[in-house]
């Protein structure tokens, strides 16, 4: 019996009669004998609630568990590309090779300190064939004279992201494994090929796989798409490949059906959310929280692509549009809210370790929230009545949650008009009457956010001259039972996240100013790093006051806490 391929599966709808409509794709030639085929239609209350769970319901049919945030190096840590958008996207520093360019980057990056804990190298290192497709998945010796071990060595054998698009009818292993071929495409349904290409550069340090041009193979071939097993075998192999050889796939350029199908493939941890990274000033590539719903549903975290990290004119660099990235904070924010690979791709000298601190831990390990941003609840409704393909209003959320309690990231941007947004967004209780903080993470100042205080966002749209967009960004912070809130790490773009806060203890004793009430945040990180923890007191009237503690990560335990007492509302550190 041939069971329900995803990958050959329709699904469309029809304005005039409001018909939705399911099947198989519509170019399907023939159905073999015992084939089964299902739709999932799922109905629930709220846009985001239902994704989600529509999501669930699927990965629990393939019984594949959503990635954790520790499932690859290409997620967990901060790392650097050279990808489309990239400045060393085909093109190397005057006068020298790759090799020794990508020598030059890596000794750039341990001198600044900066903690990229991996390299991502893109379609510029190996053999091209028939339409630009691949012939031979290893470096050319014009490339890496001394060979990928040597590249490895430079970056001091840290793990690898290696790139592959689609393969060519001429490429090298036509004769030693099974292939589909099709005017300049060729599809590759062996598990045996990438067994042995992935085989092969695991030895160079390869950990992550990335699979580009998932849409070209697709659509440029008749073969994926009138029959119902091909394009999910080629897949299938690609994954089952890499699990067996330990490592974890990247899907670049992929459709929803690609996406889909990662239900069935456990590899497959990560997938681009966007269209390639350019500076360009109609490029709004960084506009994934609509997209990451969807990667988010279907348990795979969303990728931004790479980006620039300096506002500075990076001369040199091979763009017709420009050597200028006009918003490099947003853009870095923007992937740290994606919950998603960090990866900056500057050219030597204009990497903004500042900046990019702001995203990780001492040691690179990122600092997330529990699921990717994706946009407001309440922000759906006026967007259906006004989507359009030139202008989406940009108002994401996020959360963690610590216990029992919960911290909100809001991020806007874009906005053709002011938007209110209330409390009972974020509220976990029914009665809708819980307390909060909206901590503006740029100006550090803190406003009460509950049913009697709104939060407003101002208007902002990209300036066309600069090519900047304004944006806010709040940290919506519970207040606790004692009256305490806990606003996080005041540097961190997410303030309080699972990979530095351990445990957060409310005892409440008495009344809001008795001495017997406290908090206690326990935090961990690399020995001797310095956390600036933001705490606010219990206060009953006036404007809120935000108490900054710098607190020293302890050598052996690799832990401190803050306790804060109230009554003379002081916190200290004990590491």
Not at 2 to 19: G, M
Request: glycine share 8%; charged share 15%; proline share 5%.
């Amino acid at each position: 019996m041939v069971h329900n391929q995803i990958v050959s599966n329709a699904f469309s709808s029809d304005s005039k009669s409001n018909e939705l409509l399911a099947g198989l794709q519509g170019m399907v030639q023939h159905i073999p004998a015992g084939f089964t085929h299902s739709t999932l239609l799922y109905a629930g209350r709220g846009v985001t609630r239902t994704v989600k769970q529509w999501g669930e319901v699927l990965l629990r049919k393939y019984n594949k568990r959503p990635t954790p945030p520790f499932a690859d190096v290409g997620i967990q840590y901060l790392g650097y590309y050279t990808d489309n958008g990239g400045f060393y996207w085909y093109n190397t520093e005057k006068g020298k090779n790759y090799e020794r360019t990508m020598a030059d980057v890596a000794t750039y990056i341990n001198d600044i300190g900066l903690p990229v804990q991996y390299y991502q190298l893109d379609s510029w290192w190996y053999y091209k064939g028939v339409n630009d497709g691949l012939k031979l998945w290893e470096p050319m010796p014009s490339v890496f004279p001394n060979g990928m071990e040597a590249v490895s060595g430079s970056f001091g054998f840290k793990p690898l992201i290696l790139h592959n698009r689609y393969f060519s009818t001429n490429n090298d292993y036509e004769g030693q494994f099974t292939f589909i071929n099709e005017g300049d495409f060729a599809l590759p349904i062996d598990q045996k090929l990438f067994e042995y290409i992935m085989g092969k550069a695991r030895q160079w340090g390869l950990h992550v796989y990335e699979q580009d041009w998932l849409i070209t193979t697709y659509l440029n071939m008749r073969a994926t798409q009138n029959n119902v097993t091909n394009a999910n075998n080629w897949l299938l192999a690609m994954g089952n490949a890499a699990r067996a050889q330990g490592l974890t796939i990247q899907y670049c350029m992929p459709l929803p059906i690609h996406l889909m199908a990662s239900v069935q493939i456990q590899a497959v941890t990560h997938a681009r959310a966007s269209d390639d990274y350019k500076t360009t000033a109609g490029n709004h590539q960084w506009q994934v929280a609509y997209t990451s719903l969807f990667h988010w549903a279907v348990g795979l975290v969303p990728f931004k692509d790479d980006f620039w990290s300096s506002s500075g004119n990076q001369s040199g660099c091979a763009y017709s549009w420009g050597c200028y990235e006009p918003n490099p904070e947003m853009q870095t924010l923007v992937a740290a809210l994606t919950s998603g690979p960090v990866s900056p791709s500057d050219g030597i000298g204009h990497l903004n370790s500042t900046r990019l601190m702001q995203t990780c831990r001492q040691d690179g390990l990122l600092l997330k929230a529990d699921k990717p941003a994706t946009p407001l609840e309440s922000l759906w409704a006026s967007q259906f009545a006004t989507m359009s393909n030139t202008h989406l209003e940009q108002i994401w959320e996020s959360e963690t949650r610590i216990g029992e309690f919960a911290w909100h990231y809001l991020f806007s941007a874009n906005l053709s008009s002011a938007y209110t947004v209330h409390s009972t967004e974020f509220a976990d209780d029914t009665s809708n009457n819980q307390s909060f903080l909206a901590y503006d993470y740029y100006r550090q100042t803190v406003a009460y956010f509950d049913e009697r205080h709104p939060l407003v966002l101002p208007k902002g749209l990209q300036d066309k001259a600069t090519r900047v967009f304004p944006f806010t960004y709040h940290t919506i912070a519970p207040v606790l039972a004692n009256g305490w809130t806990f606003l996080g790490e005041r540097n961190k773009f997410i303030t309080v996240s699972k990979q530095r806060v351990m445990e957060v203890n409310v005892v409440s004793a008495g009344k809001q100013d008795s001495s017997d009430n406290y908090l206690s945040v326990t935090v961990s990180g690399v020995p001797g790093e310095l956390l600036e923890l933001s705490f606010v007191g219990p206060t009953s009237s006036g404007t809120p006051r935000i108490s900054v503690v710098k607190c020293a990560i302890e050598s052996i335990t690799a832990t401190a806490t803050v306790t804060c007492v109230s009554g003379n509302n002081v916190c200290t550190c004990v590491a």
